[in-house]
């Protein structure tokens, strides 16, 4: 069973567009939510988290938007470039836990 | 700068064949973890591990085991190779830090099983 769930799967936007990708969970013990970005041959790395005492965590043109009633997340990025051409994981934690549960991937393309 | 290497980039083994998928880390990290990736169902977690000689299941153990007999080591064995594990598998590893537990990936292996 998916614990996370990731859509879309795939996006395709233009140059300067904003690009959003949406994740929702149901246990409500998770307290950490990490976006790894991977881009092709090389494994996934920490683009930005968030925790959930707080509704949104911005770093430079990545934004995180966290609504906690609806146990929803997602992913802006704004004025999107070719070189954000990537896949995009959300993921889900709690304290105590070693391990992150993943979403199933959104490959977004930006187009020039 | 955190890195995690792994053994191969790609390998072709036969249907059968015993595997082994090395993982080593150079930052003194407690944790490690054996993922793997398939299209459509991102990444799925097989074992890890929180210190030497200790290991726990992930969501799909099932045809794989683990060893880690040194601190910076984490192993992945395909005892008997089948077609259904040709995948890209990845080793992680992460400690704790401020409450944020960021895992550092490796570049990955692409394992094709004929």
């Known amino acids: 069973q998916q614990q996370v769930k990731q859509s879309p799967q795939s996006l395709i936007v233009q140059k300067g567009g904003i690009s959003i990708i949406n994740c929702a969970y149901e246990?409500?013990?998770?307290?950490?939510f990490p976006w790894y970005q991977q881009f092709p041959g090389k494994g996934p790395a920490l683009l930005i988290a968030?925790?959930?005492?707080?509704s949104e965590k911005k770093e430079g043109r990545f934004t995180i938007s966290f609504n906690k009633s609806a146990k929803q997340f997602s992913l802006h990025i704004m004025d999107s470039q070719p070189g954000d051409s990537a896949t995009y994981f959300c993921?889900?934690?709690?304290?105590?836990?070693?391990?992150?549960?993943f979403g199933t991937g959104t490959r977004l393309t930006v187009i020039p | 700068d955190v890195k995690v290497t792994q053994s191969s980039r790609y390998l072709v083994k036969r249907t059968g064949e015993k595997v082994f998928l090395e993982c080593v880390q150079d930052m003194d990290h407690e944790n490690m973890f054996w993922y793997r990736q398939d299209p459509g169902l991102g990444l799925r977690l097989i074992y890890f591990s929180y210190d030497v000689k200790m290991k726990e299941k992930g969501d799909i153990p099932e045809g794989y085991s683990v060893s880690r007999e040194k601190k910076e080591r984490f192993s992945l064995i395909l005892e008997s190779a089948s077609t259904n594990q040709t995948s890209m598998y990845l080793c992680?590893?992460?400690?704790?830090?401020?409450?944020?537990?960021?895992?550092?990936f490796g570049p990955g292996t692409r394992l094709t099983v004929t």
């Open positions: 993921a889900a934690e709690f304290t105590g836990a070693n391990n992150l549960f």
């Open positions: 968030i925790r959930p005492d707080v």
């Open positions: 992680a590893s992460s400690f704790e830090t401020g409450g944020l537990r960021e895992q550092y």
């Open positions: 246990n409500t013990a998770f307290d950490y």
